[in-house]
């Protein structure tokens, strides 16, 4: 208190209202030592500086602290809300992600199965039952738990079902630094499977952040008819942030349709505007079909092992993916459209990203910040967002992963700013390769 200057008068306040009738010895004795420790600080010469927090400058409205881990599993339980739909939870204890299945268990009365599994594969799968079997399901795990899971969610990219994984990410590889963050795993998310199976990925970049991207999770799933991975990590899970408690009127529900008509039911008929596949639940008259890991026949769903009938949905699993860059915000740009030099990030380098451009705008300097909440796909007009910048640079808690993603897909010769050390990213590192570039 005394370090940040902080009055003392609403914590005896609230231990007066918690402790002053009830047990007034136990209230004498916290608020003494709370009064000990604000006068030891007062009046010891060990300290030489104290610190003023200002105000934050923030919406109106009520607000609480939240954890990323918190607000994951609230999203998640308000996705399945939205729905109209039980959530099923498939899991197996690993750090950091082993915080969600603590929160998310708390929410059974809310039509949450929990289910922690005896590994991860058995985790994974058993997710892949129940969204075949019409539930919401997630998987969640760290890097060396999606190693494992990989197959699974292979399956989930053949079937075509609204599988949901979220990926909360660790120093690795292998076991790794398990209580250390990184941003290690964005490739494995984009190709970690064989064969040409895309998945969606989002990827929320504040701790409050993470329940609407944990909601947009489940939307796009479910509209699209594809695993969509979670991708957030250590960093998110366990920090935290003032939090404005959302309205129930603030969310469009999430519309589900599930196939009923036997006489018109056709397993991969497509929308042909998503290019999502019906969701038909088993043991509904009239709608059995093949389900599996075997190549299925265009539109009938039979197994077929015809070259050109491979192709042909090889092509169309991918090609969902790319179409759901038609249904997801443009990339907003933080200052100027056009200038000398763009901040491009994703996920926890956020907070670092945005302080470090604004002290350099404040100084006059030309540089700009666009932060990425979709990674698989990318937002349709980044592409020319990068074109306006004379210099991009991307900081990363990995060795460039996204850098090489943007320069691949854009031709874009960005430049990187790694660092895999286990902590974040500091606000000066940042600022510093700002002003190498920008030659200050």
Known sequence: FWLYNRSLEPTVAFLEQRFGKRDPIVYEANKRALHAGYNYGETTEIFTTAYQVRKAKLPPGKYRNITGAEAAALGFVTAARLAKKELFYGSYPITPASEILHEIAAYKHFGVKTFQAEDEIAAVTSAVGAVFGGSLAMTTSAGPGISLKSEGINLAHMVELPLVIADIQRAGPSTGMPTKTEQGDLYQCMFGRNSDAACAIVAPATPGDCFDMAIEAF?????????????????????????????????????????????????????????????????????????????????????????????????????????????????????????????????????????????????????????????????????????????????????????????????????????????????????????ELLGR
Not at 238 to 260: L, M, V, Y
Not at 407 to 426: E, N
Request: aromatic share 8%; net charge negative; glycine share 8%.
């Open 219 to 435: 939307r796009i799933a479910t509209k699209f008819m594809t695993p969509v991975f979670y991708l957030s990590d250590g960093y998110l899970g366990n920090g935290s942030e003032p939090w404005r408690i959302p309205s129930s009127s603030d969310f469009e529900p999430i519309e589900i349709t599930h196939a009923s008509n036997p006489e018109t039911f056709q397993p991969y008929e497509r929308d042909p505007e998503t290019l999502a596949r019906p969701w038909a639940i088993p043991g509904t008259p009239g709608l059995e079909h093949r389900i599996g890991g075997l190549e299925k026949a265009d539109i009938t769903g039979n197994v077929n092992y015809d070259p050109l009938n491979h192709e042909k949905m090889t092509k169309l699993r991918n090609e969902k993916i790319d179409r759901i860059a038609n249904f997801i915000p443009e990339q907003e740009v933080y200052g100027d459209a056009e200038g000398d030099l763009l901040v491009l990030t994703w996920g926890s380098t956020y907070g670092a990203a945005l302080t470090a451009v604004d002290r350099l705008r404040e100084s006059g300097a030309s540089v700009s910040h666009a932060h990425l909440r979709y990674l698989n796909p990318f937002p349709r007009n980044l592409g020319d967002i990068l074109d306006r910048f004379n210099q991009v640079l991307i900081p990363e808690l990995n060795l460039g992963q996204l850098r090489l993603l943007i320069r691949g897909k854009y031709l874009k010769d960005a430049v990187g700013l790694s660092k895999v050390q286990g902590t974040p990213f500091k606000v000066t590192e940042i600022q510093a390769k700002c002003e």
